[in-house]
């Protein structure tokens, strides 16, 4: 267990409709990343919060938002959902923001799909 | 920004056989090179990583070799078993920024053949 926890495991919606992913850090690791993955894809980084704030931004599209609340738990908010945003996604955690010493522990992610 | 490939996509090795997966990279100053595993429908999970002062790095049956000059990296698992069938990502990141600007690879499905 990573100790990330991601709500909820599945969700399944339709186009248009709106949903919203959440996680929960490991105790004590102040940043958190969401990433995309699609069938068969890689990793794709969407965005990452630091202690509360947006620390780095990946190619989110403009219908994904995020934040991340004062408890450090994060959500992210999909809207005007497409077929294409059909996927698996993750929540990471890592202690410090720049460096290597602190690798991402990924959270078991929430399949979503979009009907 | 950074530019991370991987290959081969798919790759089949016969149980105690070693097996090789490849990455390069574009941005040259990119120092810190982690490898995920994810097994089937589960999470990423670090699986050992380098960062550009050293040449190699060894775990067990294990191992990742930098060449900086070519901006290439590579993970090596030897005397392969089946439990490490699964799908193997490689990814950079530039200097000071550890997991920030993390750029995954496509990443490589290994099968290991009993």
């Known amino acids: 267990d990573s100790g990330v926890t991601q709500t909820p495991k599945h969700l399944i919606t339709a186009t248009g409709q709106r949903v919203t992913l959440r996680c929960s850090p490991r105790?004590?690791?102040?940043?958190v990343y969401w990433y995309q993955q699609s069938l068969d894809q890689g990793l794709q980084f969407l965005i990452q919060?630091?202690?509360?704030?947006?620390?780095a931004k990946g190619n989110i599209l403009e219908r994904f938002s995020a934040q991340q609340f004062p408890d450090l738990h994060s959500e992210l908010n999909l809207s005007s959902l497409e077929l294409g945003d059909s996927a698996l996604y993750f929540c990471?955690?890592?202690?410090?923001?720049?460096?290597?010493?602190?690798?991402?522990?990924f959270g078991n992610g929430t399949r979503l799909t979009v009907t | 920004g950074e530019n991370v490939e991987q290959h081969p996509s798919t790759l089949s090795v016969q149980e105690g056989d070693s097996a090789v997966i490849k990455c390069t990279y574009s941005?040259?100053?990119?120092?810190?090179f982690p490898w995920y595993k994810q097994e089937l429908g589960k999470r990423p999970q670090l699986i050992i990583d380098?960062?550009?002062?050293?040449g190699e790095k060894k775990d067990q049956r294990i191992a990742v070799t930098l060449n900086k000059t070519a901006k290439h990296f590579s993970l090596h698992i030897t005397e392969t078993q089946p439990e490490d069938s699964a799908v193997y990502f490689c990814?950079?990141?530039?200097?000071?920024?550890?997991?920030?600007?993390?750029?995954f690879g496509t990443g490589t499905r290994l099968t290991i053949i009993p």
């Open positions: 941005d040259s100053a990119s120092n810190y």
């Open positions: 105790s004590g690791d102040l940043s």
């Open positions: 919060y630091y202690n509360g704030e947006e620390r």
């Open positions: 990471a955690s890592s202690a410090r923001v720049r460096t290597s010493e602190s690798p991402l522990h």
């Open positions: 380098i960062r550009s002062n050293v």
């Open positions: 990814a950079a990141s530039p200097p000071n920024f550890g997991n920030e600007k993390l750029t």
